[in-house]
């Protein structure tokens, strides 16, 4: 069988050519055919339209902590954060006190998305310097709610690099 091979099809292509090549002969992957492996890497693959605005959610909550906004940190949010704080007071203290590294990060810079495990959820991991000068990735839970991204949660850990 024969695949049109788009712009972001052929990456997807190359992605299950390496992986064939790699592990065809693995006794794990017997059986395994080419199509059910590009059909793999097809549902593994994060649309760059989604990955952009993902980005821009998170940067645009960054900015809005930066410039103490606590109303437009909060719309980013996801609903059930928001019923969860009640209102965008109570979600910035939260945020003070539990998650200050987000406040004012002396730099940011996204990892690979991987998929989540709901439908439209992604796991973004983003890497950034806190204030202090340590390292955190921040892996933020990202849901599409009525057709937009939203934060529905945000793990801090300490980045096993060493501080700049």
């Known amino acids: 069988m024969f695949h049109v091979l788009t712009k972001p099809r052929m990456g997807i292509f190359v992605v299950a050519l390496a992986l064939m090549a790699g592990h065809m002969s693995s006794p794990a992957l017997a059986g395994t055919t080419p199509d059910k492996v590009l059909k793999q890497a097809e ?3 994060i649309a760059e ?12 909550q960054l900015a809005a902590f930066a410039a103490d906004d606590a109303e437009a940190a909060f719309a980013h949010a ?6 969860r704080f009640g209102n965008a007071d109570r979600f910035i203290a939260m945020v003070k006190s539990g998650y200050a590294p987000l406040l004012r990060p002396r730099m940011v810079s996204f990892d690979d998305a991987k998929k ?22 921040a892996l933020y839970r990202m849901v599409e709610v009525s057709g937009e991204w939203r934060i529905a949660g945000c793990a801090l850990v300490k980045s096993p690099d060493r501080a700049l």
């Open 78 to 83: 996801s609903p059930i954060i928001q019923r």
């Open 43 to 45: 549902a593994d693959h």
């Open 116 to 137: 989540g495990d709901g439908e439209r959820e992604i796991i973004q991991p983003v890497t950034l310097l806190a204030p202090s000068g340590v390292l955190m990735t």
């Open 49 to 60: 339209r989604d990955l952009s605005s993902i980005r821009d959610v998170i940067n645009n």
